[in-house]
Nanobody, 115 residues
Framework: VHLVESGGGLVQPGGSLSLSCAVS????????MKWYRQAPGHERELVAG????????NYVDSVKGRFTISRDNAKRMAYLQMDSLKPEDTAVYYC?????????WGQGTQVTVSS
């Protein structure tokens, strides 16, 4: 199983970024996908999740109404659209999939929100 995130960068407060996660090595459409983030000095935090078919999503309270998780099963891709970004959103963002009892992670992509 291999996950590769992309799309991070530096953005001003109030701006937007779109993260992508390319997944290979498993039957992508069979598994829920999640996005996590980890800021310096903080534990890794679950940001958003999406069911295998895309019909159910969930978000941590701090990003509700600003972030949108989605997926394209034909392309084996997961996405995180981040709008109205705040400095406290600064972190390394990871996509993740749980297969049986093991979590697989990408290498992460840095998101920095600063003026």
């Amino acid at each position: 199983v291999h996950l590769v995130e992309s799309g991070g960068g530096l953005v001003q407060p109030g701006g937007s970024l779109s993260l992508s996660c390319a997944v290979s090595g498993l039957a992508f459409s069979a598994y829920d996908m999640k996005w996590y983030r980890q800021a310096p000095g903080h534990e890794r935090e679950l940001v958003a999740g999406i069911s295998n078919g895309g019909g159910r999503t969930n978000y941590v309270d701090s990003v509700k109404g600003r972030f949108t998780i989605s997926r394209d099963n034909a392309k084996r891709m997961a996405y995180l659209q981040m709008d109205s970004l705040k400095p406290e959103d600064t972190a390394v963002y990871y996509c993740s999939v749980r297969v049986v009892l093991r979590n697989y992670w990408g290498q992460g992509t840095q998101v920095t929100v600063s003026s």
